[in-house]
């Protein structure tokens, strides 16, 4: 059997004081002599045993946990993230992952070093013995998430559709004061399958009690795979947007305020070219985008919001130009006894374009309803509204005679399976449909899809 010789301070029986000594110790006997050091509050000693073991064996498993959870404590975090690091990799089970796992993020947590703590919690979630424990590091990865500066999501959804591209019902082309005609097969309703990637970051650049400050990032990429059998290729249909954005929110007396000014940039194509030889063309709109949000609390249970915000859209096609859009809302939400939330908005949207078909006015009142406590198995949130959109001078061959009138009913489910968890990660069913009947037809469309999303718990 190996053995280790040491100069430890060893406490001298019935003194106060320390004396240096040389001991030989067997490596078992080293691993809990720096084990007991350690649950006796003398991180120091624990890591100058555990150094001495792992000097004779580079991975064992106790050594490396001592260092994992000593070093910190000792200023040198870096070290025990490495420990705990090499721990978790030549772990033999589930538990000792979990330990593992837990003292490297607690280093990296000593150490500021916040988003790789929430990975290796993630790591322990993934091997937590039980439902205890699982509670347990989902709340100290929620506190770390506080304590974060930066704050990520990454979200991802797949769903089927019945209309992938927002066509009409079917093929005949009537509005008032126009003559009928047939729609192109790319403006009808096409079946299909539509993804989401969809990613944001946003950076806490100043925090006080007053106030706080975030800079932002965030994408959003849609791909669609056709199942019609149509000669229409699945590229005409992808999209990607992109956006920076700086916020500004401050407490007050009675409630909050918060400013918020974005820059974005949403890119589309369009077909052009005739049926069976069309070509995708690239086309984009920069976006400018100011706004104001007020919350203020009516009491302990209900809060009124307001929020104005202006935006500019600047089309790369010379056809459409520039639309210059205004938005104000208002919203109530209230917690009832039960712990359930009911709210209520009220969204008033003015576009003004360079093209007259850009120009409307949209009006909606929109509800929504979720469950505080799991109906069985699931969590449930409801939502629903009502759409009214005018384009007092919309035109196709000639002016449509009264204005182009949407009327939009629309409803969605947001579905959760807490149950189900990986590394904090859950998975959910988003529902939605809704109905369009204008009087030109080519807006005339039902829509329904459900998406499978993934949510962080955290």
Known sequence: MKHICLTIALALLGASAYAQTTVDLSID???????QALLSDDPALALQIAEAVLAQRPDDRTALIVIAAAAPRLGDAARGRAAGARAFAVSQNDAQRYEAARLTAL???????????????????????????????????????????????????????????????????????????????????????????????????????QSRTTVGAQYRGTRVRITDDIDIPDEAFTTDYSEVSLRHERALENGTLSLRATRGLYEYRDLSGPSGAQVVDDEYYD??????DRQVPLNAQTVLSFSVGRERLDYQNVGIGEVNRVTVGTGLARQLASRDRIGGNITLVDNKGDNVNYTSRDLTLSGNYRWAEPLGPITLGLGGGFRWSDYPDYNLLFAVTGGRQDRTVFANADIGFPQIS??????????????????????????????LTISSQF
């Open 287 to 292: 976006i400018w985008r100011l706004g104001i």
């Open 107 to 209: 280093a990296a947590a000593n150490d500021q070093r916040y988003t790789l703590a929430t990975f290796w919690l993630r790591r322990a979630l993934t091997v937590a013995p039980n439902e205890q424990e699982r509670n347990r590091t989902l709340n100290d990865a929620r506190g770390v998430s506080r304590l974060n500066p930066w704050s990520t999501g990454l979200s991802f959804s797949l769903a089927p559709s019945n209309n992938v591209n927002g066509g009409a019902e079917d093929e005949a082309s009537t509005a008032p004061g126009n003559p009928t005609g047939t729609l192109s097969a790319d403006a009808q309703a096409i079946s299909g399958w539509r993804a989401v990637l969809a990613f944001n970051t946003n950076y806490r650049l100043h925090q006080s009690r």
């Open 422 to 451: 990986y590394a904090g990660f859950t998975p959910g069913l988003r529902i939605d449909a809704n109905r369009t009947d204008s009087n030109v037809s080519r807006f005339d469309r039902t829509t329904f899809s459900a998406s």
């Open 29 to 35: 006997q080293a691993r809990n002599i720096a084990t």
